[in-house]
């Protein structure tokens, strides 16, 4: 089955304590990209990637980092969570073509609370 | 003004009705525009991608007018199921060939009561 997963799914940590929430998809995308949701602001893209070893910032990279070592994983890592960071996180994946028209697929979503 | 800004909501329509959603975008380069659909704490999907000739799917209608640069949605004969979260979505197009940059309006809520 064609799809993102994203681990874990749900996450509950401490201030200062480094996670890694991993994304992977079996559909050969190239173009790869991390969210975050909060309630009133919508989905904010943090990370994307449009093929392996190529990163990019969005419109909130702080505080996070990513890597594209293979092309079906594209880990988000938070070195030092803190509470501003409790959010709803999505990784998707897409085709990279030469149309604009590329359906993004995303993944079920983490839920990360910072304490 | 907001790059991606959506009716407010909630909408509370009875099955059946007609309802329309409508959002407007303020980057007039914008290259493709889409309406994800994201059911209560599930993950968003694509619902219509938003063509310049306007393109219809069952009882869904997209359309998009570049020169007001606004797109709408029109849901005919709603159904309970039709109860989600409707996401107008914008590709400022950065970079050719790949949705690098896709901007989220904040979401319409429609619920759909027997």
């Known amino acids: 089955e064609a799809q993102v997963t994203q681990n874990p799914r749900y996450l509950i940590t401490v201030t200062g304590k480094k996670l890694t929430v991993t994304c992977s998809q079996n559909m050969n995308h190239e173009y790869m990209s991390w969210y975050r949701q909060d309630p009133g602001l919508g989905l904010r893209q943090i990370y994307y990637s449009m093929n392996v070893e190529v990163t990019d910032k969005g419109d909130v990279p702080e505080g996070y980092k990513v890597s594209r070592k293979e092309k079906r994983n594209f880990p988000l890592i938070l070195e030092s969570p803190s509470p501003n960071q409790t959010s709803l996180y999505f990784c998707a994946s897409s085709l990279k073509t030469r149309t604009f028209y590329n359906e993004q697929f995303f993944g079920p979503g983490t839920r990360l609370t910072v304490l | 003004r907001k790059e991606v800004e959506q009716d407010p909501g909630p909408f509370n329509v009875p099955e059946g009705a007609t309802v329309a959603f409508n959002c407007t975008y303020s980057?007039?380069?914008?290259?493709?525009f889409f309406w994800y659909r994201q059911d209560c704490r599930k993950e968003p999907k694509l619902l219509m991608s938003v063509y310049s000739s306007g393109n219809e799917d069952g009882r869904f209608t997209a359309q998009l007018n570049r020169a007001s640069q606004y797109i709408s949605l029109l849901i005919r004969d709603s159904k309970l199921s039709d109860s989600a979260t409707y996401l107008c979505?914008?590709?400022?197009?950065?970079?050719?060939?790949?949705?690098?940059?896709?901007?989220f309006g904040k979401g319409i809520t429609l619920s759909v009561r027997p």
């Open positions: 980057n007039s380069a914008s290259q493709s």
């Open positions: 979505v914008v590709n400022m197009g950065l970079d050719t060939g790949a949705n690098s940059k896709l901007t």
